[in-house]
């Protein structure tokens, strides 16, 4: 029965290309799709952190061994807060025992190393075809499922009976590479600034991704402006430890948002997945992370004999909604929040700000508790 379902996967990207590959090992016939060409969507400069919950998912797939080589692993992570100048370091042993024989919070992948080694997997399973959307619709194939993950400026009028929920924090992250000098190997930061947060994430021993958010107009001036002038502003406002050699490659900018999407009272075959169906705020580096947990979820259901031998197409629609919703409220819940409290100047919430950082140093258990429900989530024990 298995080799009869047809399942179409419009959007190519890292949340595409993983679900081709998890439906891939259902023995069902995976029709993979995107608007740009195989090396448009390999050469992309971006970077992705990868979790702990990611790290099973992949295992689950037979993918992480295979990147492996393109990972490197960070073992401490930096938070402060510019505004109060309050700072914390979390290790290893504010992990989970579960976990922390891994020996390493995170890791951090190019994207085009990652979706390289998705290709390649793609091009050795027989029943993963990638075509051009054009060239699947001549070929009028009837699908039993539409998954689309084509990012989260999706949008198609078949959704019209759909929840929908979308704020704009008017917020617009720049990122680019840069060569570094210092003490600094294995470990990421995270730093609350007025304006937003900076995230800095260890790509090689001398060599960092930089995730700038601030006000879109902000943003786009920095996006425009001299490299050299660029360079300058952020050392400015980097860590003691850090010297500052070069920008590596473009600088590039994109919008952030919070939304979430549920089509759940629509009768096409239709499922969103990844940024089409949620997006946050990068704080906390939980955006992927949370789209391949979709995919997770997506397989575990389709597992199931029962729902691919009874055809049970709707059930599994709305199971994979309410599957997801918790995991990705407490997601939103969390990154708004960060948002809220520490994205501003706000004499008010300066107590509230200075008790968290002390809550940090002083007692361990809220340690673990911040540190494991960023890599770890709250499904993180029905990965399996």
């Keep these: 029965m298995r080799n009869n379902l047809k399942f179409k996967i419009v959007g190519s990207g ?5 679900l081709a590959i ?16 195989r090396e448009k969507l390999i050469d992309k400069d971006k970077t992705y952190a990868i979790t702990h919950s990611t790290r099973i998912i992949l295992e689950k797939f037979c993918i992480w061994d295979k990147l492996k080589p393109y990972l490197y692993g960070f073992n401490t992570l930096s938070i402060s807060d510019s505004v109060t100048c309050s700072f914390s370091v979390l290790n290893i042993s504010d992990l989970d025992e579960d976990i922390s024989y891994v020996k390493n919070i995170g890791w951090v992948v190019k994207h085009s190393d990652l979706m390289n080694v998705f290709f390649k997997e793609i091009d050795n399973q027989q029943n993963i075809t990638f075509d051009s959307n054009q060239s699947l619709s001549a070929k009028k194939i009837v699908f039993d499922y ?28 720049l990122t680019f590479k840069v060569l570094v000098r210092g003490n600094i190997e ?16 260890p790509l090689d021993k001398n060599l960092y991704q930089i995730i700038w958010t601030s006000y879109t107009a902000k943003s786009i001036d920095r996006l425009n402006s001299d490299k050299n002038f660029l360079l300058d502003n ?20 994109f919008p952030v948002s919070l939304s979430l999407n549920m089509p759940i009272f629509n009768s096409k075959n239709l499922i969103l997945v990844g940024d089409s169906f949620h997006t946050f705020h ?18 575990d259901i389709l597992n199931n004999d029962s729902i691919i031998r009874n055809k049970k197409l709707k059930l599994f629609r709305l199971k994979y909604y309410t ?12 990154t708004d929040t960060l948002i809220k409290i520490f994205t501003n100047a706000n004499l008010i919430l300066l107590p509230l700000r200075r008790i968290s950082f002390l809550f940090l140093n002083k007692f361990s258990l809220f340690r673990k508790l911040v540190l494991n429900q960023m890599t770890k989530s709250i499904v993180f024990s029905n990965i399996k």
């Design 14 to 18: 890292p949340t595409g290309m993983l």
């Design 22 to 37: 998890a439906l891939s090992k259902l023995e069902t016939n995976i029709y993979l799709t995107d608007l740009l060409s």
């Design 146 to 173: 539409k998954f689309f993950a084509s990012g989260a400026n999706f949008f198609n009028s078949h959704f019209h009976k759909f929840f929908s929920f979308k704020k704009s924090y008017n917020h617009s992250c």
């Design 186 to 201: 294995r470990r990421a930061y995270e730093i609350f600034r007025e304006e937003g947060p900076l995230a800095l994430l």
């Design 234 to 253: 952020l050392s400015t406002i980097l860590p003691d430890n850090f010297f500052l050699d070069q920008i590596i490659g473009e600088v590039s900018v």
């Design 282 to 299: 990068p704080v906390g580096g939980q955006g992927l992370n949370t789209c391949w947990r979709d995919i997770n979820t997506i397989f």
């Design 323 to 334: 599957s997801r919703f918790l995991d990705i409220l407490i997601t939103i819940i969390i």
